[in-house]
């Protein structure tokens, strides 16, 4: 349903480098660049990364990114730890979201809610 998704941040250069991290193990890498402006995905930009354009405060956004496994969950956090984000949950079976529900989530440089999530049985 969605195309793709853009998010404003206030450093590009440091939101850049933690998605560069986080995303790999997802097999999302940067695919666009314009001056200020980054487009990630695996065959096609379908997240985007641009500088703050807008008055006022930023509100906290939720992204999750599929995984096409467990263990390429624990990647991306490991990866986010590695990178140096707030981890919020560790990787794990989120049986109130449905049975096979594991997902990891961390906060991006800007506190965005980052998740990685897997909806297959191990």
């Known amino acids: ?14 939101s ?5 991290a986080v995303l790999a193990p997802l097999g999302g890498r940067r ?6 402006v ?4 695996v065959e ?6 641009g500088p703050t354009t807008t008055a006022g405060a930023a509100r906290e956004v939720h ?13 991306f956090h490991d990866a986010a730890v590695a990178a140096g984000a707030e981890v919020l949950h560790a990787p794990r079976v989120w049986p109130e979201y449905h049975p096979t ?8 440089p800007d506190g965005n809610n980052v998740e990685a999530v897997c909806h297959a049985a191990q």
């Not at 850049?16 to 560069?20: P, S």
């Not at 695919?31 to 200020?36: A, G, K, S």
């Not at 980054?38 to 995905?41: A, R, S, T, W």
């Not at 096609?44 to 990364?49: D, G, N, S």
């Open 1 to 14: 349903m969605i195309d793709h998704l853009s998010v404003q941040v206030r450093d590009v250069a440091a």
């Open 16 to 20: 850049a480098a933690f998605y560069d």
């Open 31 to 36: 695919l666009l660049e314009f001056p200020n």
């Open 38 to 41: 980054i487009g990630y995905g």
């Open 44 to 49: 096609r930009p379908e997240f985007w990364l």
């Open 63 to 75: 992204l999750a990114f599929t995984a096409p496994d467990r263990a390429t969950v624990r990647a």
């Open 101 to 108: 529900y594991y997902g990891a989530f961390v906060r991006d």
